[in-house]
């Protein structure tokens, strides 16, 4: 798949990446060894960290993004406008389940941040979910 970026990292979007970072140290990641972390900013200009959770059971773990989403919208939040994902190793782009999630509550042009091999790339949602799913 042919995945174009848009522009080259913003001040805000080295700063989202760098809270990402940090809260990637308190990963959860015991099975995977892929510790992940994110960071979020709404619209309302608050930013909301988490990291990948993992279970024995596997099918409990919750990923780093969604931990951020599943914070900022128990906080009130329901509007975000920018997420960055970064793994100790290899690349963090979101899981499918994410990007699902992720469309609940940002818009088609909001952004993805990806670190892949210490570069970010910057997406609009609509680039890495085409055709989500909506009721
Ligand atoms: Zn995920």
Same mark, same amino acid.
């Given at each position: 798949m042919?995945i174009?970026?848009?522009?080259?990292a913003?001040?805000?979007?080295i700063a *989202?990446?760098?809270?990402?970072?940090?809260?990637?140290?308190n990963?959860?990641s015991?099975?995977?060894?892929?510790p992940?972390?994110?960071? *979020?900013?709404?619209?309302?200009?608050k930013?909301f960290?988490?990291?990948?959770i993992? @279970?024995?059971?596997?099918?409990a773990? @919750? $990923?780093?993004?969604?931990t951020a989403i599943?914070?900022?919208?128990?906080?009130?939040?329901?509007?975000?406008?920018k997420?960055?994902?970064v793994?100790k190793?290899?690349d963090?782009?979101?899981?499918g389940? $994410?990007?699902?999630?992720m469309?609940?509550?940002?818009?088609? @042009?909001d952004i993805?941040l990806?670190e892949? @091999?210490?570069?970010i790339?910057?997406?609009?949602?609509?680039?890495i979910?085409?055709?989500a799913?909506? *009721?």
């Amino acid at each position: 798949m042919d995945i174009k970026l848009i522009n080259k990292a913003t001040a805000e979007d080295i700063a *989202l990446m760098k809270e990402a970072r940090k809260a990637m140290k308190n990963s959860y990641s015991p099975y995977s060894k892929f510790p992940v972390g994110a960071a *979020l900013i709404t619209d309302s200009g608050k930013i909301f960290t988490g990291c990948n959770i993992e @279970n024995a059971s596997y099918g409990a773990t @919750n $990923c780093a993004e969604r931990t951020a989403i599943f914070k900022a919208v128990s906080e009130g939040e329901r509007k975000i406008r920018k997420i960055a994902i970064v793994a100790k190793k290899g690349d963090a782009y979101p899981c499918g389940v $994410c990007r699902q999630v992720m469309s609940e509550f940002m818009d088609k @042009n909001d952004i993805v941040l990806v670190e892949v @091999n210490k570069e970010i790339k910057r997406f609009r949602l609509e680039e890495i979910l085409p055709f989500a799913f909506e *009721l």
